[in-house]
């Protein structure tokens, strides 16, 4: 007999596995269950490289819209204005990466946490990117005073590209949590500040470029980006069981623009970015009240 036409078929794999491990992500973190509190340029950024890395399950927090004065340091564009942003990060994300299940609450952490919409025991890792040290510090507490172990972390950006951090928090081997950065010996009765910094103390750092109401740090998008990708491969490592201390990771940028409007750094900012990560376990402070950490191997003097 005659042989029939023949059609070509082309397979495409498009399952959750193959995607993930394709575009470089772990499938095993899609079992891990992470609340981003802060969806503004710095926590934007980092949903998306969370969600790549093949954390599928995720909660945004944020009581802000998205303003068009945002454009163009935030992930997302004018097609979001107006929108909340966890709203609006949460339907990019969706649109945009399968198998994603993206919990939105637009409201701020502290109103959530008294409302029930978010516990923090539910979750593996927490992350903060409020940029908002008084939350943050009552959030670090809330979490050491948990019975289940859930790891924190807190990520913020300096201004006018100086420099970013991420700090890991809530790993049993060792001590060290964001109270530590904040706490001095018992012998210094100084001014409280963030022994991380790169900025001197003492300073105000809001620009308004049109007056009332648009009052912000100055910080472009590269600097949240550069920030949101040692974040996010800090909570990856973290959730992996890769790192079982608790470190503080910085990464240090030029500051010529920082020192041309008469800014003042911090003798930390003299540090080689391999005294940094060499380092990185040393702010634990013993006088902490949150973790009682092991040591003050100071250094992290301004």
Request: charge should be positive; glycine fraction near 10%; aromatic fraction near 8%.
């Amino acid at each position: 007999g005659s042989a029939g036409a023949l059609t070509p078929v082309a397979v495409q794999r498009l399952d959750r596995s193959y995607l993930i491990q394709r575009g470089g992500g772990q499938t095993t973190l899609a079992r891990k269950r992470v609340l981003l509190a802060g969806c503004g340029a710095l926590g934007g950024h980092l949903a998306f490289e969370l969600v790549r890395a093949g954390i599928l399950d995720l909660t945004l927090v944020d009581c802000d819209h998205l303003v068009p004065d945002n454009s163009f340091r935030h992930v997302l564009g004018r097609a979001y204005w107006g929108m909340p942003k966890a709203r609006a990060v949460k339907s990019a994300l969706e649109m945009q990466l399968p198998y994603t299940h993206v919990t939105a609450i637009v409201d701020t952490l502290n109103a959530a946490l008294t409302r029930g919409t978010v516990n923090l025991s539910e979750y593996d890792l927490v992350i903060l990117a409020l940029g908002n040290p008084t939350v943050e510090l009552d959030i670090n507490e809330r979490l050491h005073a948990l019975r289940r172990h859930t790891l924190g972390m807190m990520t913020w950006l300096e201004p006018l590209g100086i420099g970013g951090h991420a700090l890991l928090t809530g790993n049993q081997r060792g001590r060290g949590c964001f109270e530590c950065l904040y706490t001095l010996p018992q012998d210094d009765d100084g001014p409280l500040y963030n022994r991380a910094a790169f900025a001197a103390p003492g300073q105000f750092f809001g620009r308004a470029l049109s007056g009332c109401g648009s009052l912000h740090t100055p910080y472009g998008s590269v600097d949240a980006l550069r920030t949101a990708a040692l974040a996010a491969r800090l909570a990856i490592d973290a959730l992996l069981g890769r790192e079982t201390y608790n470190p503080l990771l910085s990464w240090k940028g030029d500051a010529t623009a920082y020192e041309a409007e008469g800014y003042r750094l911090s003798n930390r900012y003299s540090w080689t970015e391999t005294e940094l990560f060499r380092q990185r376990y040393s702010y634990s402070s013993a006088y902490c009240r949150v973790c009682g950490g092991f040591s003050d191997r100071l250094g992290l003097r301004v």
